[in-house]
């Protein structure tokens, strides 16, 4: 299911996006043959130093396009695992554990393998509201971070998501306005249209 669907957005850029995403493989292919076949006459191979280099710009590239997607307010944080209050961590389907903002709109979901369905029928719980508070700072290191509050019809919790400098990786600390059930969801950030989430029943 397209993540724009989900906040009942009609998405009608299928064939620039499309292109673009061909635009950012082809980039990246040619980065990647650059750091294979690079040699001087002499058959040299790149050097551990110039590797280096080379991952560190497609590092910048992908931090690059997650800092876009986050200033238009238009990203998903798809989440492979997860930590619990008491330092517990599991990894979880990225499919179906995810924070996801679209303007004022905003889903947090969480999606446990177990027998019990749960509230939003995939074993966890999705809030799905809207979002009354943004605020981003960015520190010395070039770490983005963002303080969110998120209001849902039956649900609301406090959210600092945390993306690292020098790539797409990221953290969003959760904490619901029942018990003290924080948790904290690390994965990737990926630009609300290229992602691939699947929404459950919301509370």
Same mark, same amino acid.
């Given at each position: ?85 008491? +330092?517990?961590? @599991?990894? *979880?389907?990225?499919?179906? !554990? =995810? ?8 889903? $947090?979901? %969480? ?55 020098? +790539?797409?990786? @990221?953290? *969003?600390?959760?904490?619901? !306005? =029942? ?8 994965? $990737?950030? %990926? ?13």
């Amino acid at each position: 299911m397209h993540y724009f669907r989900i906040f009942g957005v009609l998405y009608k850029k299928e064939v620039r996006m499309f292109v673009k995403r061909m635009i950012l493989a082809v980039a990246a292919m040619l980065l990647v043959a650059a750091g294979v076949s690079a040699q001087d006459d002499g058959g040299r191979k790149l050097t551990k130093k110039e590797r280096k280099a080379l991952q560190e710009r497609m590092d910048s590239l992908a931090n690059a396009e997650a800092q876009k997607a986050i200033d238009d307010t238009a990203f998903v944080i798809e989440a492979d695992e997860v930590t619990f209050k008491r +330092g517990y961590t @599991a990894h *979880v389907d990225a499919g179906t !554990n =995810f924070v996801g903002f679209c303007g004022d709109k905003a889903v $947090v979901q %969480v999606a446990f393998n177990v027998p019990w369905p749960g509230f939003n029928g995939l074993g966890g719980i999705t809030l799905d509201g809207y979002i009354s508070r943004y605020e981003k700072t960015t520190d010395k290191r070039g770490n983005v971070y963002i303080r969110a509050s998120v209001n849902g019809s039956g649900l609301s919790a406090q959210l600092l998501v945390t993306l690292w400098n020098g +790539g797409r990786e @990221a953290s *969003v600390s959760i904490q619901p !306005n =029942f018990r003290s059930a924080r948790l904290t969801l690390t994965g $990737v950030v %990926v630009p609300a249209e290229e992602s691939r989430v699947f929404k459950g029943r919301a509370i």
